[in-house]
């Protein structure tokens, strides 16, 4: 391992590996910003993506899933659970595993969300489409700022599903979770299933990239490591 040295220019090794950890950090810190600030305050109110036939079985399942299954001993959970989509929550993960030796997954994790919310951002500014409170009359239990398509909570859930799914034990246990994650999007009202769907298709798409390419991403990083002498 590297443990001083210059790099290219005279530049020591270490001040290079920490300009690229304090890069990947603030890569986060702005995906963090753009997903839970910025987009919250782009709010479509008229716009619908779908045309019938479609807008009609998306609007059908919508209420199927929001006013059918309704019922107060979901609430609850079902809003708890809700949250374990959010960016912020797998980025602390990522960090938790890292803490925890588990270093490998928790780099994958961090980058297939931080991959994820980059990939997202053009869909949410360019497709613009108003949640589900704004044009049908939802069961409202969390309200959201920012364009409904895709659900990024959605994509959040089966990307860590992917990534984190190396067993079928833990298979078991993921993918169920992002599934009700996703269920959850529709059942507090926030967005449409066809958000939902994209959403996770996508995700998981992410997620399974980022392990077929877990190699040369943990390679990346331990280059990195290595310039900073860890």
Request: hydrophobic share 50%.
């Amino acid at each position: 391992m590297l443990m001083g040295g210059l790099g290219d220019g005279g530049t020591p090794s270490r001040v290079k590996g920490l300009a690229g950890m304090l890069s990947f950090t603030g890569l986060c810190l702005i995906v963090v910003f753009i997903d839970e600030f910025y987009l919250n305050r782009l709010t479509p109110t008229g716009a619908q993506l779908l045309p019938p036939p479609f807008s009609e079985w998306d609007l059908k399942i919508l209420i199927l899933i929001n006013r059918g299954l309704a019922s107060n001993r979901l609430d609850g959970p079902l809003w708890i659970l809700t949250h374990l989509g959010s960016t912020l929550f797998w980025l602390f993960l990522s960090a938790l595993l890292w803490l925890s030796g588990r270093r490998s997954d928790g780099i994958l994790l961090a980058s297939a969300v931080i991959l994820g919310g980059l990939l997202f951002l053009p869909l949410k500014v360019f497709l613009p489409r108003a949640r589900p409170f704004y044009l049908a009359p939802v069961r409202l239990l969390e309200v959201e700022g920012g364009s409904s398509f895709p659900s990024g909570h959605a994509k959040n859930a089966f990307s860590a599903a992917a990534v984190l799914g190396t067993t079928w034990k833990r298979r078991l246990i993921l993918y169920p979770l992002a599934f009700t994650v996703s269920v959850s999007r529709i059942y507090l009202g926030v967005h449409w299933p066809s958000d939902v769907l994209v959403g996770a298709l996508l995700g998981w798409i992410i997620g399974s990239a980022t392990v077929k390419f877990r190699e040369r991403i943990l390679g990346m990083f331990n280059s990195l490591f290595e310039w900073m002498g860890w």
